[in-house]
């Protein structure tokens, strides 16, 4: 059973940075994508950022030139750094690593970041 936790959220000022960390454990027959989504209350979840196997990535607008995401396929570990946080970022912010092979998502119970003003 494919199993994700996310780390390394909190509650950080406006300007400051956090850097989000997600473990996969269990059998992932080929990592096709890994990215972090989040969610604020109210609002649908979003997309903030992705990455392919091969290395390719895709940012929200919200998230280009302040956030990167990076992966460790190998550990099965994807991180997001995000610098010069807003209050807007303040969400549930998870995990999913999409197995190929399988054509299946799996997702982490997220972990919550706070940005004050």
């Known amino acids: 059973q494919v199993q994700l936790v996310e780390s390394g959220g909190g509650l950080v000022q406006a300007g400051g940075s956090l850097r989000l960390s997600c473990a996969a454990s269990?059998?992932?027959?080929?990592?096709?994508?890994m990215g972090w989504y989040r969610q604020a209350p109210g609002n649908q979840r979003e997309l903030v950022a992705v990455i392919t196997a091969g290395g390719n990535t895709n940012y929200a607008e919200s998230a280009k030139g302040r956030f990167t995401i990076s992966r460790d396929n190998a550990k099965k570990m994807v991180y997001l750094q995000m610098n010069s946080l807003k209050p807007e970022d303040t969400a549930a912010y998870y995990c999913y690593i999409r197995d190929g092979v399988l054509s299946r998502e799996y997702w982490g119970p997220g972990t919550q970041v706070t940005v004050s003003s």
């Open positions: 269990g059998r992932i027959f080929s990592i096709s994508a």
